[in-house]
């Protein structure tokens, strides 16, 4: 019997982790290799992807695209985690802010921006998850990493909450925008509600919410494996350079054929290989996927 693979949209609820969505669907799918696709921490909502059976190979393409959000900051206090499960640690005075202050405050955080990633974070350092020292007490030195804000909406401002429009690159962390923006405004700032829209082409509207997720109906919403990575261009292949890829072998690159680095390859009969890279001397394997 062929296990079923493909990528599953849902709609994550509040207070579970993702781990808890994984192991949810491993349950009532029977499926052993279940993935997902970028964390949402317990108190997000929203689009979660996982990859289920073959497809948890093509994991790395579903989290790199691009993501959005709306997000609600609360400004006046600062909490540990930077979202409302955290302790509040600071407090001031947030009553001065105007919504002109918040549309002056966010142009310094869109392009290509340094941000900090929060101490309580999945993020390992030395092999130990940062959440796990924050838990011990510790407070290791955490360096800053470019990320890309794509676009920064201020949606609506009804003080102390504002409700902001995030586009974004893989690797940004909305609860740490919401710390830094609130420390730009001198007042502090955390998350008390986040919501992830899309990633990519795949929006919440079409996600399938966990609750309405059952034995019976799961594989129905299963999407195509090739749907991990639609948002590639697409190499067709003939037959023989389609075998030398599935043989590791690097084949010639034609001048009508995708210019982009990363490509889909697919054998003349339509059939997914994998995904190749660009080189100067053609086309090599990058992750090839073995015929069922």
Request: aromatic share 4%; charged share 20%; glycine share 8%.
């Amino acid at each position: 019997m062929i296990t079923p693979t493909g990528v599953l949209n849902i709609d994550k609820p509040p207070g579970i982790t993702s781990h808890d969505v994984v192991h949810r669907v491993r349950r009532l799918s029977g499926a052993r290799r279940v993935g997902h696709a970028g964390t949402l921490d317990p108190l997000a909502t929203g689009v979660l992807l996982l990859a289920v059976g073959r497809t948890t190979r093509l994991i790395e393409y579903l989290v790199g695209q691009q993501k959005m959000y709306l997000a609600t900051v609360k400004l006046g206090q600062e909490t540990n985690t930077f979202d409302a499960e955290g302790e509040v640690v600071a407090e001031r005075p947030y009553r001065h802010i105007t919504a002109a202050h918040l549309q002056d405050a966010l142009p310094q955080f869109q392009g290509r921006i340094q941000q900090r990633p929060p101490l309580y974070s999945a993020i390992k350092q030395n092999g130990q998850p940062l959440y796990k020292l924050a838990r011990q007490g510790k407070t290791p030195h955490i360096p800053t990493r470019e990320v890309i804000i794509h676009q920064l909406e201020l949606l609506d401002f009804e003080p102390p909450r504002a409700n902001l429009r995030v586009v974004c690159g893989s690797g940004t962390y909305i609860r740490s925008l919401a710390h830094d923006l609130g420390r730009a405004l001198g007042c502090g700032g955390h998350i008390t509600a986040l919501r992830r829209a899309a990633v990519g082409d795949f929006s919440v509207a079409q996600a399938v919410p966990l609750a309405d997720l059952t034995a019976e109906n799961w594989q129905a919403h299963l999407m195509p494996m090739t749907t991990a990575v639609a948002h590639l261009p697409r190499l067709d292949l003939n037959q023989t350079d389609a075998t030398d890829l599935r043989h590791g072998r690097a084949i010639p690159a034609q001048t009508t054929q995708p210019s982009e680095e990363l490509a889909a390859a697919f054998d003349p009969a339509g059939v997914f290989i994998g995904v190749v890279t660009r080189r100067p001397n053609g086309w090599r394997a990058r992750k090839i996927l073995d015929p069922i």
